[in-house]
Structures are given as structure tokens and as C-alpha cells.
């Protein structure tokens, strides 16, 4: 017996138990990360260009750290919102800066949170560059020195993880020395390792005021294109101690999750990034797709492709409906 008619493929498609039972890929809430972003004061203001994401007050930080407990999430990873601005980054590292205290109220209100924070500058640069700019170019190794002050100022406040988004090279070695220096060796490295100079970021840029006032940010970000160079990147920064490694953006992406999966193992991440939520959710919007299909099928798949953690804004709504049965 070697093929049809005694083998038929339909068989185990035939009623919803049976395809559940040979399911080669399953969702939990426990493997998604929810961005946040945290601005100071103030009341909570949706994002246009985000439907059903907001920018949160400083106040909301131990409702925000219960709702995440409460479905089961991975964790959450936040994004700062500071009030001041300049071209060195001061507020990123500063004490009682709007990550530094969002932390420590979400740990005070859910100890057993997973609380991961992005170590990246663009947030409080005055010029919106990841990096310290001079002659009109991020300076990569000045640049190392404040992304590990920032670093260790999250771990300071009690963050789990640090996930650095900035891609200056030598980052990963530079902020484990820097937190291995103060007695923090048990804080763990999620690196944006392949990160790539994606267009899928436009919205993110209204959400986290975070758009670049010159130029672009080709100059360190990864050439989409580019897939043997992302093997390289996410090597470098495993050697130099990362934890974890990430792809950003996702969905287009996902012949680099594989790539990545098949070459190194886990754990892997990957975003889902701002481009790829807006778009199902205003197509959803607009009838032309079923938004909570499509989101769930995009997630199933980035799993499939071999992410064994997916960063999405939309994880709240998707552990709720894998609590209600919808997705497994
Ligand atoms: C900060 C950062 C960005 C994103 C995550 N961290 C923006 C960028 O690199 O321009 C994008 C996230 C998203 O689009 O959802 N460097």
C-alpha cells in the first residue's frame, strides 16, 4: 500500500478533534511577550496608527503587569516614553526614568511578572537616532558606553530582561560585561539580533515618537535583502553572550526565523511588528480580512517557521481566545 486510494491525506482533516490530535504546532499565552509603551503622566492616548493599542501612564503600571499575569502572558516588554528629549540620551539612564520606575512598580505589583525592557536610545535622542550622533553618523562605540549604563539602570530596577534594539556592533559583549561588572550576571540578554531596516516599523515611530529627524537608520539596521548576514549577526551575538536571540519584523521575515531555528537552536524570538499588527487590524477594520483569523494564523505560523517566542500587541486578545478554546 503506497498511495491513493488506500492513503488519503483527508482523513485526518476530517473533523475538528482529529486535526487537532495530529497538530504539529500549538500557541500559548506563556510564550508571547505584550509591548508596552509608558509615558509619564497623564491619561492613557490610543495611537492612530495602532488601532487598540494605547500609551499608557506611569499610573497604569501595576493594572497593566495584572492584566498580563492574569492571561497567562510570557511577559511584557516596555517601551519609554520620557518627557525630555535631549541629543545624549541622559533620560534613558537616569534613576527615576519612565522605564527605570514603570519596572519597579510592575515588579512590586506582580513579582513573578516577566518584565523585559528595550535597551535602545531613539526614545529619548532629540534626533531620534539609536545611537550618539556626531558628524551627522551614529557613533557606534560611544554609543556602547550609554546603552550599557541604560542597561544596567533596568536591572538596577529589577528587569529581567534586557532586549537591546539598537544594533551597534559589540552591544551584547558590551552590556554583559557592563551588568557582570555590578554582581548582575543572573539578568538575561534578549538581543535584536537580526534586525532589519524595515518599513514595517512606520507605525511604531508615531507610537514611541521615536522617527529619526535626518536621514534613516540603514546605517546600522540590517539590508532586507540580506540572509546569510543575519546568520552573522545572530552568531556574533550569541559568542558575545546573548541569551536570546530575535528577527524583526515577522511575517516577511519568516525564511529567517527557519534559517535561524535550523542553525542555532533556540531560543529564538520574533516581533510582530507595528506594520504587520496595523495592517490586519485596519484591513479587519475595513472587511477585507477576518482580523482574529488572520491574526492567529499569522502567529501560528511565525511558531511554525520556529519562533519559540512571538513579541505581539496583540497578545492579550490572543491568550484570552486560547484560554476560550479558539487556537491551541
Ligand atoms: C527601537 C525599536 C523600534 C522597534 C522596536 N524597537 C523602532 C525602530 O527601530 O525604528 C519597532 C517595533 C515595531 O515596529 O513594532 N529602536
Redesign the pocket.
Known sequence: MSGFPELRMRRLRRTAGLRRLVRETRVEASQLLW?LFIKTDGRATAISSMPGVDQHPLSDAPHLAGRAVASGLGGVLL?GLPDEKDDRGTAAYAEDGVIQLAVRQMKQAEPDLVVVT?V?L??YMSHGH?GLVRDDTVDNDATLEILTKTAVSHATAGADIVAP???MDGRVGAIRSGLDDVGYHETVIMS?AA?YA?A??????E??D???QFGD?RGY?MDPPNAAEAMREIALDLDEGADIVMV??GLPYMDIVGRAKEMFGGPLAV???????AMIKVAGAAGVIDERRVMRESVIALRRAGADIVVT?DAVQLANELESGLID
Do not use: H, I, T
Open positions: 509591548p517601551f528595550d535602545c531613539c526614545e539609536c534594539s539598537d544594533m535584536y534586525k524595515s514595517f516599523y512606520g507605525p511604531f515611530r507610537a514611541a521615536s522617527a529619526p537608520r539596521q524583526k519584523p516581533y510582530q511588528v507595528s506594520g504587520e499588527y500587541y
